[in-house]
Protein backbone atom coordinates (compact mmCIF):
# COMPACT_ATOMS: atom_id res chain seq x y z
CA UNK A 1 0.00 0.00 0.00
CA UNK A 2 1.36 3.38 -0.94
CA UNK A 3 -0.02 6.19 1.17
CA UNK A 4 0.10 10.13 0.69
CA UNK A 5 -0.28 12.36 3.28
CA UNK A 6 -1.28 15.65 2.65
CA UNK A 7 -2.53 18.75 4.50
CA UNK A 8 0.30 20.62 6.28
CA UNK A 9 1.43 24.76 6.49
CA UNK A 10 2.33 27.32 8.44
CA UNK A 11 -0.43 28.48 10.69
CA UNK A 12 -0.64 30.54 13.85
CA UNK A 13 -0.67 29.30 17.11
CA UNK A 14 -4.50 28.76 18.14
CA UNK A 15 -5.41 27.79 14.75
CA UNK A 16 -6.67 24.42 13.02
CA UNK A 17 -5.22 22.20 10.28
CA UNK A 18 -6.84 18.83 8.81
CA UNK A 19 -4.36 16.27 7.62
CA UNK A 20 -5.34 13.57 4.88
CA UNK A 21 -3.53 10.51 3.95
CA UNK A 22 -4.63 8.75 0.93
CA UNK A 23 -4.03 4.95 0.61
CA UNK A 24 -3.39 3.55 -3.13
CA UNK A 25 -2.67 -0.12 -3.92
CA UNK A 26 -5.16 -1.73 -1.19
CA UNK A 27 -7.81 -1.41 0.73
CA UNK A 28 -7.13 1.03 3.43
CA UNK A 29 -9.78 -0.89 5.47
CA UNK A 30 -7.22 -4.23 5.95
CA UNK A 31 -4.67 -2.24 8.10
CA UNK A 32 -4.70 -0.02 11.40
CA UNK A 33 -3.37 3.27 10.98
CA UNK A 34 -1.37 6.34 12.42
CA UNK A 35 -0.25 9.49 12.73
CA UNK A 36 3.69 10.54 13.81
CA UNK A 37 5.50 13.49 13.56
CA UNK A 38 9.66 14.19 13.79
CA UNK A 39 10.93 17.43 14.28
CA UNK A 40 15.02 17.99 13.46
CA UNK A 41 17.20 16.22 16.12
CA UNK A 42 14.08 14.23 17.51
CA UNK A 43 12.94 11.00 17.25
CA UNK A 44 9.58 10.71 15.54
CA UNK A 45 6.84 10.51 17.55
CA UNK A 46 3.66 8.75 17.95
CA UNK A 47 0.66 11.34 17.75
CA UNK A 48 -2.39 8.74 17.07
CA UNK A 49 -3.61 5.77 15.84
CA UNK A 50 -7.26 4.30 15.04
CA UNK A 51 -8.20 1.22 14.44
CA UNK A 52 -9.69 -0.66 11.00
CA UNK A 53 -13.41 0.35 11.54
CA UNK A 54 -12.80 3.53 13.08
CA UNK A 55 -14.20 2.53 16.25
CA UNK A 56 -11.06 2.72 18.58
CA UNK A 57 -8.08 5.17 19.05
CA UNK A 58 -5.39 6.06 20.59
CA UNK A 59 -3.50 9.59 21.16
CA UNK A 60 -0.46 10.59 22.58
CA UNK A 61 -0.77 12.32 26.07
CA UNK A 62 0.65 16.01 24.13
CA UNK A 63 -2.32 15.99 21.71
CA UNK A 64 -5.17 14.77 23.65
CA UNK A 65 -8.58 16.78 23.56
CA UNK A 66 -6.60 18.43 20.85
CA UNK A 67 -6.72 16.38 17.79
CA UNK A 68 -8.70 13.62 16.34
CA UNK A 69 -8.25 11.06 14.29
CA UNK A 70 -10.72 9.22 11.66
CA UNK A 71 -10.69 7.60 8.71
CA UNK A 72 -13.08 7.17 5.81
CA UNK A 73 -12.31 3.71 4.00
CA UNK A 74 -14.47 4.18 0.98
CA UNK A 75 -12.39 7.13 -0.07
CA UNK A 76 -9.12 5.14 1.31
CA UNK A 77 -8.20 8.22 3.38
CA UNK A 78 -7.74 8.91 7.34
CA UNK A 79 -7.61 12.42 8.67
CA UNK A 80 -6.10 14.02 11.64
CA UNK A 81 -7.58 17.43 12.80
CA UNK A 82 -5.63 19.49 15.04
CA UNK A 83 -7.13 22.07 16.89
CA UNK A 84 -5.66 24.54 19.31
CA UNK A 85 -2.57 23.83 17.45
CA UNK A 86 0.98 24.97 19.65
CA UNK A 87 4.24 26.01 18.34
CA UNK A 88 5.45 22.91 19.93
CA UNK A 89 3.15 21.00 17.20
CA UNK A 90 5.66 22.10 14.60
CA UNK A 91 6.74 18.94 12.91
CA UNK A 92 6.62 16.79 9.51
CA UNK A 93 3.85 14.80 10.24
CA UNK A 94 3.52 11.07 8.61
CA UNK A 95 1.13 8.80 8.02
CA UNK A 96 1.77 4.86 8.74
CA UNK A 97 -0.28 1.44 8.13
CA UNK A 98 0.21 -1.66 10.46
CA UNK A 99 -1.18 -5.12 9.04
CA UNK A 100 -2.52 -4.98 12.97
CA UNK A 101 -5.88 -3.94 12.25
CA UNK A 102 -5.63 -2.09 16.03
CA UNK A 103 -2.03 -1.01 16.29
CA UNK A 104 -3.06 0.57 19.93
CA UNK A 105 0.23 2.46 21.05
CA UNK A 106 2.42 0.67 19.19
CA UNK A 107 5.64 2.32 17.48
CA UNK A 108 6.49 -0.37 14.46
CA UNK A 109 4.41 -0.06 11.32
CA UNK A 110 4.29 -1.67 7.77
CA UNK A 111 4.13 1.12 5.50
CA UNK A 112 4.68 4.44 5.45
CA UNK A 113 4.19 7.34 3.45
CA UNK A 114 6.19 10.64 2.79
CA UNK A 115 4.99 13.41 5.45
CA UNK A 116 3.73 16.86 5.59
CA UNK A 117 5.14 19.62 7.14
CA UNK A 118 3.34 21.83 9.84
CA UNK A 119 4.84 25.02 10.93
CA UNK A 120 3.21 26.15 13.78
CA UNK A 121 3.98 30.14 14.37
CA UNK A 122 3.60 31.93 18.11
Known amino acids: VQLQASGGGLVQAGDSLRLSCVASGRTLSNYGMGWFRQTPGKEREFVAA????????IYADSVKDRFTISRDNTKNTVYLQMNSLKPEDTGVYFCAASNQLWPGGQTKYDYWGRGTLVTVSS
Open 50 to 57: ISWGGRSA
